[in-house]
């Protein structure tokens, strides 16, 4: 019997009781945060064709969401604004009236602070260029024009009453410029949840049709290049510097390595997106019979949690919160 293994790692995968009581890495409700869309204007929800199960929200259906979210213990909803007019400047980003300023009064009136309210900070959904910022004369985006409007965002979010503002343009000096402005304006609770690692990805496609964007071309001059893992980093490191409380990989799954890196480097919460299209190509896939939806619900949520996010924005954190309580 001597050339038998003594050392036997398959002792601690036998059963599901086994497996489940040495598992390095769990979901956790608490961990997840809900992005939702809410259009101006809409009296129903309205199906996103690129995203099933996802919808634009009307005022009322968002508050249900958000109410729902809340009663399965999320950690959060992420907010994204669809006005019905846009302009050059993104007018409503900042217009107390406008439909994400609306949108964050009527989610804090339903669940108080039961749920991290998150507000997108950006202007490509009220631009009618589709960019991140204004552009000068000659079409590019201008970085620090395009910083005055971040900032009178940020504090028109934190008078709607937010608890957190993610700026995502992936403008230079962004963070600091919204924390000057909130602190400025006795806003010094409000959090910020920056995107730092933000990807001129592939995987961003359903979104445009979410949010109904305006873009023509891309944004390779603002968002990071997919080749650069070390240039990620230094962006985060610069967030924190300028004051950001969370940081954010986006997209999730195809930069875990990015993620961890951030992880075992940075002593603040690491958050990731598990992006739009990392949600249709598991529901197309499992659409065609190829996979099984649930198990790759959850594999593609709990490799993010390994990576080392403590935060995980998803479209289908309710749908796993619901099953993480049966």
Same mark, same amino acid.
């Given at each position: 019997?001597?050339?038998?293994?003594? !050392?036997?790692?398959?002792?601690?995968?036998?059963?599901?009781? %086994?497996?489940?009581?040495?598992?390095? =890495?769990?979901?956790?409700?608490?961990?997840?945060?809900?992005?939702?869309?809410?259009?101006?204007?809409?009296?129903?929800?309205?199906? !996103?064709?690129?995203?099933?199960?996802?919808?634009?929200?009307?005022?009322?259906?968002?508050?249900?969401? @958000? @109410?729902?979210?809340?009663?399965?213990?999320?950690?959060? !909803?992420?907010?994204?604004?669809?006005?019905?007019?846009?302009?050059?400047?993104?007018?409503?980003?900042?217009?107390?009236?406008?439909?994400? =300023?609306?949108?964050?009064?009527?989610?804090?009136?339903?669940?108080?602070?039961?749920?991290?309210?998150?507000?997108?900070?950006?202007?490509?959904?009220?631009?009618?260029?589709?960019?991140?910022?204004?552009?000068?004369?000659?079409?590019?985006?201008?970085?620090?024009?395009?910083?005055?409007?971040?900032?009178?965002?940020?504090?028109?979010?934190?008078?709607?009453?937010?608890?957190?503002?993610?700026?995502?343009?992936?403008?230079?000096?962004?963070?600091?410029?919204?924390?000057?402005?909130?602190?400025?304006?006795?806003?010094?609770?409000?959090?910020?949840?920056? #995107?730092?690692?933000? #990807?001129?990805?592939?995987? #961003?496609?359903?979104?445009?049709?979410?949010?109904?964007?305006?873009?023509?071309?891309?944004?390779?001059?603002?968002?990071?290049?997919?080749? =650069?893992?070390?240039?990620?980093?230094?962006?985060?490191?610069?967030?924190?510097?300028?004051?950001?409380?969370? %940081?954010? %990989?986006?997209?999730?799954?195809?930069?875990?390595?990015? +993620?961890?890196?951030?992880?075992?480097?940075?002593?603040?919460? +690491?958050?990731?997106?598990? +992006?739009?299209?990392?949600?249709?190509?598991?529901? *197309?896939? *499992?659409? =065609?019979?190829?996979?099984?939806?649930?198990?790759? !619900?959850?594999?593609?949520?709990?490799?993010?949690?390994?990576?080392?996010?403590?935060?995980?924005?998803?479209? #289908?954190?309710?749908? %796993?919160?619901?099953?993480?309580?049966?």
């Amino acid at each position: 019997m001597s050339g038998y293994p003594q !050392i036997r790692p398959r002792r601690l995968r036998g059963n599901p009781a %086994v497996r489940r009581m040495v598992a390095e =890495n769990r979901l956790h409700a608490a961990e997840l945060v809900l992005p939702a869309f809410v259009k101006e204007g809409l009296d129903e929800p309205r199906p !996103i064709s690129t995203m099933p199960g996802v919808y634009q929200h009307s005022r009322e259906s968002l508050r249900k969401a @958000a @109410a729902e979210a809340a009663g399965l213990g999320l950690g959060g !909803i992420m907010l994204f604004g669809i006005p019905l007019h846009k302009d050059a400047a993104g007018s409503g980003a900042t217009d107390p009236e406008g439909i994400l =300023n609306q949108a964050v009064q009527d989610v804090r009136q339903e669940v108080g602070d039961e749920l991290v309210v998150m507000a997108d900070l950006c202007l490509d959904e009220f631009t009618d260029h589709g960019h991140c910022g204004v552009l000068t004369p000659e079409g590019a985006v201008d970085n620090d024009a395009t910083l005055q409007r971040y900032a009178d965002m940020g504090v028109a979010l934190a008078e709607a009453g937010v608890h957190t503002v993610g700026p995502s343009g992936m403008m230079d000096g962004q963070v600091a410029a919204v924390r000057a402005a909130l602190d400025g304006r006795g806003f010094q609770d409000v959090s910020i949840l920056a #995107y730092g690692a933000k #990807y001129a990805s592939a995987f #961003y496609g359903p979104f445009r049709e979410a949010v109904d964007s305006s873009l023509k071309g891309d944004r390779r001059t603002y968002q990071q290049d997919p080749a =650069n893992g070390a240039e990620g980093l230094r962006e985060m490191e610069l967030d924190i510097a300028e004051g950001a409380d969370l %940081v954010m %990989v986006k997209p999730a799954m195809s930069y875990l390595d990015v +993620i961890a890196r951030a992880a075992d480097r940075f002593g603040i919460p +690491i958050a990731a997106y598990q +992006i739009s299209g990392e949600y249709a190509m598991i529901e *197309a896939a *499992a659409a =065609n019979g190829w996979i099984d939806r649930e198990q790759a !619900i959850h594999e593609s949520l709990l490799s993010i949690r390994r990576a080392g996010a403590s935060v995980i924005l998803t479209y #289908y954190a309710t749908e %796993v919160a619901a099953a993480l309580r049966s």
